[in-house]
């Protein structure tokens, strides 16, 4: 209260208040008020804060504004760039469209063309229907040909079965005649095999008549030695004689010399009496009574 009665008085020393018995009343009126004042004060100085923030918001945001600016400024560079590009992709798009126009001239061209032919297709078609409604009525009497074709193929079908009927006897009589080929064929390995052992038998005896050939002119020899001393009478030389004779003769008829041989058992006779056999069927070794026939006869000359 005391600094409020002194601050009281500066105020009526400087606007020239004079004293009153109402000055109490006046003082507490100046102490709201100043009161009141004090508040509006500090209410001013939290706006003047306030007011600080703000600005100093408003700075930081006026700083990226600029900085904003600046990234505008850049993009709005590159978009000039690419405005330039663009007018270039344009340009190239524009001379693209040219070639598309003519293409397109040129489809057109190619669709009346097309149209031209679909149209002369058209007209091919109904001739083909027509050539169609032809055939239709040919085959209508190709189907009445084919009905009377398989009346007769019923009668043909009946001939087609007796001849399938005789293709199988046939088929097994071929059958049967096969088997008795390979047996014939049998045979004839058999036989040829036969043979062999009986050529190489002819050659042994071969060999071995050669060498009795070569006895026998021995023997010869011997005989026309023994001829010259027949006149001399000796007995002995005579006997010899008349056996190697003996030994040369055939001894079926034991008169003509041995000059043909039998394979299958090599006994040698005469032409005469082999041909004899031969000729009245008695077809056997007269020694050994071994069957031949006209292959196993061979001539030799002793």
């Known amino acids: 209260m005391n600094q409020l009665k002194d601050k009281i008085k500066q105020y009526e020393k400087i606007y020239g208040i004079t004293e ?11 102490a709201k008020k100043l009161k009141e004042y004090d508040e509006q004060i500090k209410q001013l100085e939290l706006k003047c804060a306030s007011q600080e923030k703000v600005y100093v918001k408003l700075l930081a945001e006026i ?37 598309y126009n003519q293409k397109c001239h040129e489809l057109q061209k190619e669709k009346t063309a097309s149209n031209n032919l679909i149209m002369a297709l058209k007209r091919q078609s109904e001739k ?22 398989e009346k007769n193929s019923g009668n043909n079908l009946a001939l087609i079965e007796s001849h399938k009927r005789k293709a199988l006897e046939l088929t097994e009589l071929c ?15 058999e036989m040829n095999n036969i043979i062999r052992d009986k050529t190489a038998a002819l050659e042994a005896e071969i ?53 043909t041989v039998l394979l299958k058992c090599m006994h040698v006779f005469c032409k005469e009496c082999i041909k004899a056999r031969y000729d009245s069927r008695q077809r056997k070794c ?10 196993d006869i061979k001539q030799v000359w002793l």
Request: with cysteine; proline share 2%; hydrophobic share 30%.
């Open 286 to 295: 007269p020694t050994c009574g071994e069957s031949f026939g006209n292959h």
């Open 63 to 99: 700083e990226k504004i600029g900085l904003a600016w600046q990234k505008l400024e850049d993009q709005n560079s590159r978009k000039v760039l690419d405005l330039t590009e663009k007018e270039v992709q344009i340009v190239k798009l524009i001379a693209e469209r040219t070639r």
């Open 207 to 259: 060999a071995k008549n050669k060498r009795l050939g070569e006895d026998i002119s021995v023997s010869k020899k011997r005989i026309e030695t023994l001829s010259k001393y027949e006149n001399a009478g000796d007995s002995n030389l005579q006997k010899q004689l008349d056996e190697y004779k003996a030994l040369l003769k055939c001894p079926s008829c034991n008169i003509n010399f041995k000059d």
């Open 20 to 30: 009153n018995p109402n000055t109490e009343k006046a003082v507490r009126d100046m």
């Open 128 to 149: 083909q229907l027509e050539l169609i409604r032809k055939l239709e009525d040919h085959e209508k009497n190709l189907t009445n040909l084919v009905s009377i074709a």
């Open 175 to 189: 059958n049967d005649q096969k088997d008795k080929l390979e047996k014939a064929n049998r045979k004839f390995l």
